[in-house]
Structures are given as structure tokens and as C-alpha cells.
């Protein structure tokens, strides 16, 4: 066993189990809550399986892994049921209840979140959508053909006239040519008619994304422009900084095709609802349970990670209703204020639930926080699992484990419909904490 594991998860005890880690697709209603292991090590659910098709349609950090979802929507759901996702994020819940046939809906305060949810749901004519990919590729080439071999990294040539020449945030972090070919690619997305237009918004998104005049091992967590030559950590060499957007544009476009096949292929007809809403008020539409991984306290900024999105596609920036925002830090004030709303966030999802519904709540709580969220929503806790979280899609590697909360309405509310189908199982070793 030990030859199979990183060095992480050598210093991990949860990895020296008897039995193996659970496969999702062997799940049903009756597995017992006391034989799930889900603690996956890198050699039994490699990064491919991780992000599979869709879920890797745009990079997002901190997302859930979609086998942690299946294991629970398998548990507690059935086809043609209803689950909730009120922090959507970048859509893995709905995602995955669609591939079983559940119906989903999904709210989150972030438009490009929303904007995401849609496009990687959504049903596609392959050969139509394949056709406007690449007609946009084409026109933006034949617009932006003009040489850039002699052009300084900042020389003021003439761009695209769908720039807004006063953002300071773009012109700071793309060079002339990427931004030329971006704002080039997003004035066709505007005037192309085309069907398909929000899955080319994610395209340009992703595009730009790489495009930024960031380190190439710095992705996730850029802290300035890079704009001369740099010793490059993930490729062992001399890196020059990004310069054109083009390339990626044509690459990000060959692998959203192919990822929009491969979930096609495996895409239901159950419907799927996203809304850019605020979850803590918003939302009426009945459903059987909860499934979700609310964002935690005073850690990522949801805005912020795609600020790049946001100005290229003229969204509304709602950082200021975020929930535990990064910039409200994590003291002891914005932990009650946290606690405060997710506490009104599932209170508003009881209300459009049945009497026994199940929420599935996946969250790392390092603060103990969520002990006190279960009381203030009073529900009955039927379980606490820890899980070490190997590599959380879009995280660095460390040691960082989440809990899954396993909740069931007990009584009052809108809703009274009793569900019939629901068990009870005990996890003897269940806890709230790492």
C-alpha cells in the first residue's frame, strides 16, 4: 500500500484503511454511510478522472471534486428528483445531478459563475457549434493579421474599437496584442449572432486567463504584472512573459469541442436552472434536498479570480455580497457574520424542501463553524465525515481536509411532503474537525 502513495499521503493515517476507497458508480441507497471511504490517493483518482469533460471547462479555484458529489446524489437521490446548489460555483452539483438524471438548481451571487453553470450544462448541436467555433476563429485571425514581430511589449498601436480604452486593469495586464486579439474576439461575440454565445464567453475567458502578463507558475495567484524575461519554476528555464491571446484561443476552442463531446455523451434530460441570485433571500422552486460547498470564511475571492472575466465581458461586479469574502478577513466578528449567513442560506432552503430532506454539506472547517449552523437551522445531524482532501481541484497540495455534513429537515416549514424514501445510517467515527 505504502508503494502506491505520495509522500502527502504517507503523512496522512486516513490513507491506511483495510478497505479500498469508494467507487461513486457503486453507490446506491442502501451502501452504509460506515463503508465509504472517501479518501482518494492520486493513483487511484488521477487528475484526468478529476476534471473530467465538462468540469474542466474553465479553471476555478477551490471547486469540489464531482466523485464526491456522485457518491451522495447516488446515496440520497433518485432520477427525476430535484436538488438545490445554493452556491453553484462553477457548477460540479448540477453537473453531475445531470448526469443521473436529477434535476438541479443552482444560485450564485457571481455572474461569470452563473455564465459558466450555463454553458457547461447546456445542450449543444455539436456540428453547429463546431461550425460557429470556428467561424469566429477565422474572423478574429483575419482581423488581427496584422505583424506584431517589431512591437515593444507596450507600444501604443491601434486596437480593437470595442476596448475600453480607460480600463487601466487591462491594459495593465495584457500586452498590445493579446488584448487586441481578446477585445477582437469578444467584438464578434457581441455582433456574430451566434447561438452558442456563452460558451464562447467561457472560451474567451479561459483564453485570457492564460493570456495575462503573469509568470507561467503563477496562474492561480498573480500578484503583479510580469513583463521581462523570468526564471520560469514549472519549466526549468527562461520564460519570456505572454504576449499574444490567439494561440490559446485556438487551443482552448479544440479542447472545449472535445470536453462538450465527451459530457454529450452522458448528458440526461433533466433540467437544470441557474440563477444570478442571492441565495440567502432569493429562489422558490421546490426541491428534495441540498447538495453544496459553501465558500468559506475570509479565504478565496470569487470576484477577484476572474476580475479578468468580468472586464472583458462587461459583467456586473457583486463582490460586495459575498459571503465570507476573502477581504472581510477571518476573525472572529467575520465568522459569526459567516455563520449568521449560511445560517440564512439553509434556512431559506428548508422552506422549499420536504420533511426529511437531505443537505449535503462539504466544507472544510477548520473554525468549527458548522456545529453552530446546524443549531441555528435546526436540523437533525445524521452524520459528520472527514475526508483528507488529496488535491482539491484548483488548490495547491497541502494538508487541508473537509467535512461532509449530512443534515435532514425534521419538521415545519413550507414544505411537508414526508420523504418516504430516506434511511438513517451512523457513522461511529463521524466527526466535525480535522
Known sequence: MATRKTNEENRVPLYDVEFPPTEPA????ETPLSSLNL??????????MRTKHVHRLHPYLGKYIPQIVEV?????????????????????????????????????ISAFNVLLCRAKTAEYDFDHLKR???DILKRVERDTSTSWTDLPLFAGLAVSDSIEMDDEYLHTWFAPRALNELMTYRRWIDQGEYQYADLLKV??????????LTTHFDLDFPKKPQTTPYWC?????????????LKFLQRYSADTLKRVKEFAALRTTARVDVFNVDSRIGGDIPVDGVITSPPYVGLIDYHEQHNYAYRLLGMIDQRSLEIGAAAEGSSKRAQKQYQNDIAAVFKRALEIMPIGGRMIVIAGDRSNLYEGIAKMIDVEVEDVLTRHVNRRTGRR???????VFIWRKRHGGSASVENSGSDHHSHPNGTGDE
Open 26 to 29: 457503486l453507490v446506491t441507497s
Open 39 to 48: 479518501n482518494w490517493a492520486e493513483r487511484d483518482l488521477p487528475e484526468r
Open 72 to 108: 451522495f446524489l447516488r446515496k440520497y437521490f433518485t432520477p427525476g428528483q430535484t436538488i438545490l446548489d445554493p452556491f453553484a460555483g462553477s457548477g460540479t452539483s448540477l453537473v453531475q445531478a445531470n448526469e443521473l438524471g436529477i434535476n438541479s438548481v443552482g444560485y450564485d
Open 132 to 134: 460557429e467555433i470556428e
Open 203 to 212: 472560451i474567451l475567458s479561459r483564453s485570457a486567463r492564460s493570456a495575462r
Open 233 to 245: 519554476y514549472k519549466h526549468s528555464r527562461t520564460c519570456a512573459p505572454t504576449t499574444e491571446a
Open 397 to 403: 497540495s497541502g494538508e487541508f481536509y473537509e467535512s
